[in-house]
């Protein structure tokens, strides 16, 4: 889930506010449900999402999943997202490329090649515009759900802040 207000981050032991994780996985510097499989995660916050988004059951959970299983707690690793689409970077594939041709560490491949935007003039709104249709007919959501989500999903990244 993305943390937009403090209120969303949990707690460590000493009460201050974890840096990773939010208050319904982590509080007083452990996770809540520390068995927790992925399996379980997905179901979780597929439920979430289906009364947030109206996104059929089996749709969010696989949605979930496929978040889910890139997070630090169930991968080992900090595989960075987009910070312009979201999109998690796991391959050098994924990657966009800078000036000299090296591997971007922010951007995706379809947002940021040879060191700037692809779509330079893109604003959040078009954005939303752009990705809500996509995302409404490969999950079966409302478009008005797909546009919130998105909105959502992309108020953390930093190319919008
Ligand atoms: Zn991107």
Not at 34 to 60: L, R, S, Y
Not at 79 to 96: K, R
Not at 140 to 147: Q, V
Request: hydrophobic share 30%; charged share 20%.
């Amino acid at each position: 889930m993305p943390l937009l207000s403090q209120t969303d981050y949990g707690t460590e032991a000493d009460g201050t506010s974890s840096s990773q994780y939010c208050h319904y996985c982590y509080q007083k510097g452990a996770y809540t449900d520390p068995n927790a499989t992925v399996d379980q995660m997905a179901e979780k916050a597929g439920a979430i999402m289906t009364q947030m988004f109206a996104m059929p059951p089996d749709k969010a959970k696989e949605f979930s999943k496929m978040q889910i299983q890139n997070l630090y707690r169930w991968s080992g690793k900090i595989i960075p997202s987009c910070e312009s689409c979201g999109m998690p970077l796991i391959s050098d594939q994924d990657a966009g490329t800078e000036t000299d041709g090296t591997r971007s560490l922010r951007y995706c491949t379809h947002c940021y090649q040879n060191g700037a935007f692809t779509e330079p003039d893109l604003t959040r709104e078009t954005m939303v515009k752009k990705y809500a249709p996509m995302l409404a007919s490969q999950y079966g959501m409302p478009i008005a759900k797909a546009e919130e989500m998105v909105e959502r999903f992309t108020g953390t990244l930093s190319r919008w802040q």
